[in-house]
């Protein structure tokens, strides 16, 4: 009894002196939490130094239930900061890591599923309001003028509202805009749609079928490759572009668990939810399927994205990629949203 007395007592004291020592340093405790704070609208320029290229997997999850970000990936090379697709959630994640918005040279969409483009608006006007001093080309298939007007039309509101609250050096409305880059290729045609300080980013078709054209994109600089597919099926065309990529970012459903799970959901009634799940699994790519192209690429590395279901403990990794090394001999894995991969640049002799 006396040892509980004795220990609540020293309890409410701890507390008492807590108490005083805060209101005492209140003022300095405020200076601390705002330093910490404003922290946050500082940019980090570790990402960006020029000794390699860089992978940022901003977003992996598949639009499906998941407390991830859907798709986009950050590639940054020689100062360049380039960013493909734009999913859910991924805007903010750009801003929270504090990656250096006002840098971004240019943005770059496979298709227009809302997972890869939906945080496009947000993107395009929260660089701006961070410092971006030119107007931001965006690159993609058709009908992307439409969707880009229809993007500004929304913005420019809020845009004029900025610039008058700020001033024009601060936010010049016409620094806001976005440059429309419409990208034409067809069949196992590529293009070369971005060339810039020996940055060279090359787009080719996947297959997404009925999503037509779905693009792929291939990033080179310095002999070093990374490629990204986009949503497809397991295609030819990808692992021909995608030859001899230091790393291949290939998307990736667990088709047994989509099958089963629309399985499931007839078997409750849930009909139309079967359905989606069916029709998911028609026009993209299972884990072996990856392994496959990566394989036929000879590819350096493999990083599975756009996951579903995302897995998020040893026994679901395992499930994923089971069976995927008897088909392809490099490294796999699973990226995480956030992930970092770096490829060192070989030394200028
Ligand atoms: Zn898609
Ligand atoms: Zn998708």
Known sequence: MKKILFTTLALILLGALIGVFAFINADKLIDRYIEGQSEGITFRTDVMEGD???????????????????????????????????GRGTAQAIERIRLPQPLIEAVFITHWHSDHFVDLPQLINRSWQLGRKHPLPVFGPEPIDTILRGINAMLSKE?????????????????ASVITQEIHISGDQSKVVY???????????????????????RIDYQGKSIVISGDTRRSENLATHAKGADILVHEAMQMDFIRRAAQLQKESGEERNAIMLEGMAEYHSSPMDAAEVAQRAGVKKLILSHLAPVPENPISRRFFTKGMDEVYSGPILLAEDGDIFIIKLNKAK
Request: with cysteine.
């Open 52 to 86: 390699a290229m860089r992978l940022i997997t901003i977003g992996t999850s598949a639009p499906l239930p998941s407390d991830r970000n859907q798709s986009c990936n950050v590639v940054i090379a020689n100062g360049q900061l380039l960013v493909f697709d734009i």
């Open 159 to 175: 845009q004029q509202f900025r610039q008058e609250v700020h001033g024009v050096s601060i936010m010049d409305v016409s620094e």
């Open 195 to 217: 060339d810039k300080g020996g940055v060279r980013v090359t787009a080719f078709e996947v297959d997404h079928h009925p999503v037509s054209p779905a693009l792929g994109y």
